[in-house]
């Protein structure tokens, strides 16, 4: 039977025999396409392509690295690969080969990159290009730039990076109608580590060229002089505007308000892109080693902030139940938006109340660390109902009916149970900003959050308490949709204490987009309701 330890002798034979060959037969920093026709095509100055105002009849073709993103080095996204879809290990291998990588020139560097950071990752599994990648990616796209491509009539993206890497961000952000990147070989559903050469690569370039709608337009190339010639694509420009570097420093970053389809979720640990990554020994020694109720203090000491505001009317008041008056039967609801798991503890903190807090999913790991009480929803909603009921008898209660973390400035749709749960809702607006780790995870151990989270430098949590809410009254002459009414008002006053953007998307959507799953352990991968849940997220 061919055991795993088998398989794995075999990937690393294979891989000197074929590095051997590749040293032997080095041929430079270009790919070994024909590029005979590339000297009859008129090189111009790229400054001069802003001014042209018929390019809606054009089909561009540019170079992602040299025409689209800010920045020319690939290293930092290796790196990202490496982490997000390796190990620290490996990543720290990458770094370690760092000055070889500078000094072998362009295509060796390229290639020991990418055989650092996915020999041996299960092809099936990869999806740092889908869940990881494309935030830091937008955040390099050059403004001026990419106002001239999208005026383009088709666009077809020309890159080095591995196709895996950059095609999700290309088509579904940028709305790119081919994208031309580096194939790579996999081995029984592993990828080996190495890229498509020659004739394998021209098969996927003759099937782009079997479009005829692509070449019945004026074609215009878009790159820069190191990479003028490299790619057989560029033959069939009849112009060829060349990116100086001066060029590119003056570009700006592509406002997020700017993006054809809006990014709202996103996945991995790292929140900044990785060109030189200092370590902060000092939190994460005390994050990992010392007690929960102890690292928090110090921690704060190291640089984390807590930020609130409480609103100061007579009704807030009263709700809170600190005007001395009659406090209500049934202890308080508060409602907050979801962005670490730590939200609870620190709202707990700050108003000096010891809450209970219900969550739809907690690890064992977490459960057992919380200094507050914890209790599991299970999603069966006439069971949750009773179950929160009962603990409103006992106390204040946190919610967040979200039912999952969102990153970015945006709200998914509230789960409108607690609605039925307490005449007495006191919505909370949270927000958690890092600054290197982030402390969520769609895909990773979520044990491990607190501690991301905490390991930032400076990390900050913004508590905002907001005028009470009444829920809904337990009449059965009520209207049924009430219920959702109440829930979309209070998403709606989160969201505008925030100045983030509601949405209807689900936790199931954010699973669907960055796991395959739908968030639930033994849930299987659907590939077409991920293409569903992804179409879902760019309408809203």
């Known amino acids: 039977m061919f055991s795993r330890t088998d398989f794995f002798k075999t990937l690393f034979f294979f891989f000197f025999r074929i590095l051997f060959k590749q040293f032997k037969h080095a041929k430079g920093p270009h790919r070994s396409f024909s590029n005979a026709n590339v000297g009859q095509s008129k090189h111009q100055k790229y400054s001069s392509l802003a001014n042209r105002s018929d390019l809606s ?35 720290l291998v990458l770094f370690i080969l760092y000055p070889v990588i500078c000094l072998v020139g362009v295509e060796m560097g390229l290639k020991i990159m990418v055989f650092v950071c996915f020999f041996g990752i299960r092809k099936d599994n990869f999806r740092v290009g889908r869940a990881v990648l494309p935030k830091f990616f937008l955040e390099d796209v050059g403004l001026e730039a990419f106002e001239v491509i999208k005026r383009g009539g088709k666009k077809v993206a020309v890159s080095d990076f591995p196709q895996p890497m950059i095609e999700s961000f290309l088509r579904e952000y940028l709305e790119i109608d081919f994208v ?16 498509n050469q020659g004739k394998e690569e021209m098969v996927t370039l003759e099937a782009l060229l079997a479009d005829q709608k692509l070449l019945s337009r004026d074609v215009i190339g878009i790159t820069t002089f190191d990479r003028s010639a490299e790619h057989q694509l560029f033959s069939y420009c009849k112009e060829i505007y060349l990116v100086r570097r001066s060029d590119k420093r003056s570009w700006q970053c592509l406002p997020r308000d700017k993006y054809p389809q809006p990014l709202i979720f996103h996945d991995g640990r790292l929140a900044v892109r990785p060109a030189l990554l200092p370590f902060w020994l000092c939190s994460c020694f005390v994050a990992l080693t010392l007690p929960y109720d102890i690292s928090v203090p110090l921690l704060a000491f190291f640089g984390l902030r807590v930020c609130m505001s409480q609103p100061k009317t007579k009704s807030s008041k009263a709700l809170s139940g600190q005007d001395g008056r009659e406090k209500p039967k049934k202890g308080l609801l508060y409602v907050c938006n979801h962005r670490t798991l730590l939200d609870p503890l620190y709202l707990s903190f700050t108003l000096k109340k010891n809450f209970t807090a219900v969550t739809y999913s907690l690890s064992k790991v977490s459960e057992m660390l919380s200094p507050i009480k914890t209790v599991r929803l299970t999603r069966n909603r006439d069971q949750d109902g009773k179950m929160m009921e009962q603990l409103l008898s006992q106390g204040d209660l946190v919610v967040c009916p979200e039912g999952t973390t ?119 991968n659907q590939s077409s309701t991920v293409e569903d849940a992804t179409a879902k997220s760019s309408r809203n």
């Open 57 to 91: 009849n054009k089909t561009l073709v540019f170079n992602v690295e040299g025409a689209l993103l800010r920045s020319s080095s690939m290293f930092p996204y290796f790196m990202l690969v490496a982490f997000e879809a390796g190990s620290v290990l490996r990543a």
């Open 180 to 195: 031309v990147g580096r194939g790579l070989r996999s081995f029984h559903g592993y990828f080996v580590g190495f890229m």
């Open 406 to 524: 969102c990153r970015e400035p945006y709200l998914l749709r509230f789960s409108p149970l607690f609605s039925e749960m307490s005449d007495d809702i006191i919505p909370v607006a949270l927000e958690a900003q890092v600054s290197m780790f982030y402390g969520t995870t769609a895909g990773g151990l979520k044990c491990l959050d607190p501690v991301f989270f905490l390991m930032n430098p400076t990390p900050t949590y913004t508590i905002k308490v907001l005028e009470g809410v009444s829920g809904l009254t337990k009449n059965p002459d009520d209207d049924q949709k009430s219920r959702f009414d109440i829930a979309n008002h209070v998403q709606s006053e989160i969201s505008k204490a925030l100045g983030f953007e509601c949405t209807k998307l689900t936790r199931r959507d954010k699973y669907l987009i960055l796991a395959g799953n739908e968030g639930i352990t033994g849930s299987t």
